[in-house]
């Protein structure tokens, strides 16, 4: 794709992000029904759970992503499985910051250990670890491979926790559940956030793809100077 080509498609994607956002944002405050029980407090989860949904989306990049380079070991892999574990962090970590948010006012405490709140937890600090495995190994095409195999164990934790609520006792209701699941008129505005979230991914996964392939770039350039000398 030329730059020409990438820069449009990033400036439509750009103007979409910024108009679901809008969107999402009056489907959440506005439009969506006053939950009965929690009241307002309930809004937060139509950003807690679309946040959750979408890094474990990008840590499903990251596997597959990671799972193509051992094959190939091309590092437009290594880039993408890079981009998608850094971005799947920040999404982890906007819900294991609203959940406490969530949860103390509504069953009064901050952190439980419940399954899905572990496993979680977990998800994010073994990502963490992905991040740092890459800033301390120097060789690149080392860090490549030991965080492409890294990568490809620690999402072994990502069905632990969608499967979580189901498998064990937790204080998460599912979403599916009829005793617990969601009430059909606050589908519209959690079905928006859940695509305004996705699309939110998307751009930022691709201009920090772009990111890491110009400092791909940058670094042949400066060894080739090296050995020019």
Excluded at 55 to 67: E, H, M, P
Aim: proline share 4%; glycine share 4%.
């Amino acid at each position: 794709m030329s730059e020409s080509s990438r820069s449009r498609m990033d400036a439509v994607l750009g103007v979409v992000l910024l108009l679901g956002m809008m969107l999402a944002l009056y489907m959440a405050f506005i439009e969506a029904p006053r939950e009965q029980t929690m009241g307002d407090l309930q809004r937060i989860f139509y950003f807690h759970v679309p946040a959750g949904i979408t890094g474990i989306t990008a840590f499903a990049i990251n596997f597959v992503a990671s799972l193509m380079f051992v094959i190939r070991k091309n590092r437009w892999w290594d880039n993408l499985a890079l981009s998608a574990a850094e971005i799947g962090v920040m999404f982890l970590v906007m819900v294991l910051v609203t959940g406490p948010i969530w949860a103390k006012p509504a069953w009064f405490v901050w952190w439980t250990w419940s399954p899905r709140l572990t496993l979680s937890l977990v998800l994010c600090l073994l990502y963490v670890s992905y991040l740092l495995i890459r800033k301390y190994i120097e060789d690149p095409e080392r860090k490549a491979m030991v965080s492409a195999v890294f990568g490809i164990i620690a999402f072994m934790d990502a069905p632990l926790v969608w499967f979580s609520i189901r498998w064990w006792r937790d204080i998460h209701p599912s979403l599916t559940s009829e005793s617990g699941g969601l009430a059909p008129e606050m589908r519209p505005a959690f079905f928006t956030c859940m695509a305004v979230f996705q699309v939110l991914m998307i751009y930022l996964l691709r201009r920090r793809f772009y990111l890491e392939s110009l400092s791909n770039e940058l670094e042949l350039i400066e060894r080739e100077a090296g050995t020019a000398r």
